[in-house]
């Protein structure tokens, strides 16, 4: 069947929005998602956005990480659990408690530039298995996902990590970090994550959230260790196959 999507777009039936468009590790799934601050979608908007998808010619969906608050209209129109991520709290009681990040020698932290995007998404790549990379598409939602954000990398002569942070008020999310794995192991993501810490802090933010999946060890202990706490709430990403 011809698909019609070939690019992220916004539908809107009343009150409902969802992002729909092609997920990047294979163009037969439709990626599903709530836009920033959008409610929860009703089960008539839901309906009207899986029929959509269905006409595109996808043979199933997959969803962004929802709050399980989310999840009932998905459940509800057949929808099954795919994947389990946990979350992560720094409370960000004093910024002062912070140590500035210091990365290690040779290693530069600074704003990302426009033209850094492409070398980002290469570390992405390089950094999670090909399901869980990101596209340019992916990429711009992380970054828009909140009012305000932050885009680091970490430079040693060209990008081998980067970090976008958001913020909402008065709470801050580590929407997506990567590292290069031939780069691991050398402080460059816990200095990121500093950075992003400092950054919230400085704004005021009551704490950061970030998400990682419940497998990941290695990056729960690094957040851990860096003061963030299990919460008692995980998100969920959920799937369906088109019939």
Known sequence: MHRTMTARQTLIVGRDRCR???????????????????????????DACIERIANGGYRSIIT???HPDEA???????FEEFDRLRVLAHPLRDRDELDRPS???????????????????????????EFWRLDRDAMEDAETATPSRR?????????????????SGSQAFLQRLATDPGHTGRGIAGA??????????????????VNTQRDNERALALYER???QLTSSDLVVLSRQIT
Do not use: N
Request: with cysteine.
């Open 20 to 46: 729909i468009g092609p997920w990047h590790a294979d163009h037969a799934i439709a990626y599903l998602s709530l836009p920033p601050e959008s409610p929860r979608p009703t089960d008539a908007g839901l």
């Open 64 to 66: 962004s990480a929802l």
């Open 72 to 78: 009932g209209p998905f459940l509800r129109q057949g």
């Open 103 to 129: 990365p290690p020698h040779g290693v530069r932290l600074r704003r990302a530039r426009r033209s850094d995007r492409d070398a980002a998404l290469e570390v992405d790549h390089r950094a999670f298995p």
């Open 151 to 167: 885009f680091r990398v970490a430079d040693t002569g060209g990008v081998v990590a980067y970090a976008i942070t958001g913020r």
């Open 192 to 209: 990121l994550i500093t950075d992003a810490l400092r950054w919230a802090a400085r704004h005021r933010c009551r704490r950061l959230l």
């Open 226 to 228: 860096l003061g963030f």
